[in-house]
Every structure is written in structure tokens, then in C-alpha cells.
């Protein structure tokens, strides 16, 4: 099984461009999260999904937008992309309920 | 909204010696999980706790977490090289089933 993959591991913008990154997960779980990681700051909620069709936001969800048509795939698009969006981001998925996230190995983006 | 606060940020010390970061949540807790993350890599999973004043050890690791499920810690004996990266504890939402990290303590290690 590859688990969490997310594609691309790095990616340079100019501001107000847009793009996607792609995560993708073969263990057949339910939950599925975005998160980016600054320094001091953590990891900080994007967006997340508890199965197909079900999206929500997190701590720190404008600028960014999900969706969810299948379970394998949770991909997070940036419509207008800011400086401020420089970060490294991480996408997870878990099984439902309280079990451990499997991480991708993440996507560092950089924004200019 | 919850809110999970860990200290310390930082943390330098000497091969051999102890060491111990706190996790403080604003909310309480379903479970707590804590995470590794070695550096230029990802978060990777280390252990769950669920029972209120439950303690967990994993080699020289001591994981806690408090009477009432708002607060965690994990120490490690006798640090080596290899404990040094990012811990961070993360909260789970029973409503929500949101998981919300900690800022993370960022361990170093002289030899």
C-alpha cells in the first residue's frame, strides 16, 4: 500500500495564480484532512471531510477550497493564490472515529 | 472554537539529560494523540490516550494525560540523538471528530 500520497512535493506561484494539490489515500478511510504547517504556529486545520461528499472547514479556511467525490481523494485548491500562503502543507487521512492520521510526506509551497 | 496550547516551544539539551513537553487543551478531550515529526519529514503517529489519568510508556517515552482530559505530557528519559524533531500533541473533537494539533516543542540534542 502507498498510503498517503501527495503530489506535487514542491511548487513555486506567482501571485494570483491558482492551482491544485492532490492527495490521495489507499486504505480505504473516511476521514481525510488539510493542514499547513508555519513556523511557530503548528499544524493549523484547513479544511476536512469525513466521507464522500462531505466537506467542512477548519481553523483557517479562507483562501483555500476542498471536495470530496470520492473516498480515495481529497484534493485542495487554491483560486487566488497570496504570499501569505507560503507554507508547507500536509494532507491525512484515519479511519472514522478516534484512531491515529496517517500523513502525506507533504507539499512545500511557495508563493510569490 | 477548541484550542490546544503546548510549551515549551524550544528545547535544548544535553544528550543524557531529561526531557518534557505539556499539552493544555481549552476543551475537553475525547482522547489525546501525540505525533513525531523528524526534520524535513511528516507527522508520524506515536500513541492514543483515552482514559482520564490514563500513562502509557513507550521505551524511555512516559505519555500522561490529566484527571479531567484537558491536559498531556510526554517525557523522555535520558535523551538521545535520535528524540530530536517536533513533538506534538493533538486533541480529537468527540463531536466533530476534527483533530486539532498543539504549536509543537522543537527538541535538540547535543552529543
Known amino acids: 500500500n502507498a498510503g498517503v500520497t501527495q503530489t506535487p512535493k514542491f511548487q513555486v506561484l506567482k501571485t494570483g495564480q491558482s492551482m491544485t494539490l492532490q492527495c490521495a489515500q489507499d486504505m480505504n478511510h473516511e476521514y481525510m484532512s488539510w493542514y499547513r504547517q508555519d513556523p511557530g504556529m503548528g499544524l493549523r486545520l484547513i479544511h476536512y471531510?469525513?466521507?464522500?461528499?462531505?466537506?467542512d472547514q477548519g481553523e483557517v479556511p479562507n483562501g483555500y477550497n476542498v471536495s470530496r467525490s470520492t473516498t480515495e481523494d481529497f484534493p485542495l485548491r487554491l483560486l487566488s493564490a497570496a504570499p501569505s500562503q507560503t507554507s508547507v502543507y500536509f494532507c491525512?487521512?484515519?479511519?472514522?472515529?478516534?484512531?491515529?492520521?496517517?500523513f502525506g510526506q507533504g507539499t512545500r509551497l511557495t508563493v510569490v | 472554537g477548541q484550542q490546544v496550547m503546548q510549551i515549551p516551544q524550544y528545547q535544548h539539551v544535553q544528550e543524557g539529560e531529561d526531557f518534557t513537553t505539556y499539552c493544555n487543551s481549552s476543551?475537553?478531550?475525547?482522547?489525546i494523540q501525540w505525533y513525531k515529526q523528524r526534520p524535513g519529514g511528516h507527522p508520524v503517529f506515536l500513541i492514543q490516550l483515552v482514559k482520564s489519568g490514563e500513562v502509557k510508556k513507550q521505551k524511555r517515552l512516559t505519555f500522561q494525560f490529566g484527571e479531567a482530559k484537558k491536559n498531556s505530557s510526554l517525557h523522555i528519559t535520558a535523551t538521545q540523538t535520535t528524540d530530536v524533531g517536533t513533538y506534538f500533541c493533538?486533541?480529537?473533537?468527540?463531536?466533530?471528530?476534527?483533530?486539532?494539533f498543539g504549536q509543537g516543542t522543537t527538541l535538540q540534542v547535543k552529543p
Open positions: 491525512a487521512s484515519n479511519q472514522q472515529g478516534s484512531t491515529e492520521a496517517f
Open positions: 493533538a486533541g480529537r473533537s468527540s463531536n466533530t471528530g476534527k483533530l486539532i
Open positions: 476543551t475537553t478531550l475525547s482522547n
Open positions: 471531510s469525513v466521507g464522500a461528499g462531505i466537506t
